[in-house]
């Protein structure tokens, strides 16, 4: 890889869901990234100690490369736990329709249940498809007011969220 591109970072992360740094050895490059994912864990140092432990071995820079899915409490304790120990990180995700767990929510449609009921639905023969399935102009609807409901002037922020993230308000 370094003989076609000596400059770019390296992220590398470990086994079982980026989580399991067993696997690595010294680094084979000074440019490279080691990253990890957790989600719905304690905030205490236990839960990233081995990554604080393998960055001071090898002296390499570590990200949490995915978090998020929890509360603004829970969020704002594991941004900092993260940022305490020289950590870059990365929550996501970003919109989520009609939940606070992200940056800013997507209104629902008022057509989406159908959708949800569809997919809900057993589809075991297709029959079971054609009774559940709702009609062509329904289905087209429910996307593209999704769609259109996906425009960021159209989402509503998540103050709490934001403001866990030690970002600015938005207003």
């Given at each position: 890889m370094r003989e076609v591109d000596p400059n770019h970072i390296v992220f590398l992360g470990g086994a079982q869901w980026n989580n399991n740094f067993s696997i690595f050895g010294p680094p084979f490059d000074a440019k490279t990234v080691y990253t990890f994912h957790k989600y719905w864990c304690?905030?205490?140092q236990?839960?990233?100690q081995e990554y604080a432990d393998f960055s001071k071995k090898y002296n390499v820079p570590i990200w949490m490369g995915e978090?998020?899915?929890n509360s603004d409490?829970?969020?704002?304790g594991w941004r900092r736990l993260n940022e305490k120990n020289n950590f870059g990180w990365c929550f996501w995700p970003y919109k989520?329709?009609?939940a606070k767990?992200?940056?800013v929510f997507v209104k629902r449609t008022a057509e989406w249940d159908s959708i949800i009921t569809f997919a809900n639905n057993p589809r075991?023969?297709?029959e079971d498809i054609r009774k559940?399935?709702?009609s062509t102009a329904v289905i087209k609807k429910a996307f593209a007011d999704y769609l259109e409901n996906c425009k960021f002037k159209n989402c509503a922020p998540n103050e709490g969220y934001i403001r866990a993230l030690g970002l600015k308000d938005v207003r």
């Open positions: 304690d905030t205490t236990a839960m990233v978090s998020g899915e409490e829970w969020i704002g989520k329709m009609d767990s992200n940056v075991t023969t297709y559940a399935r709702p």
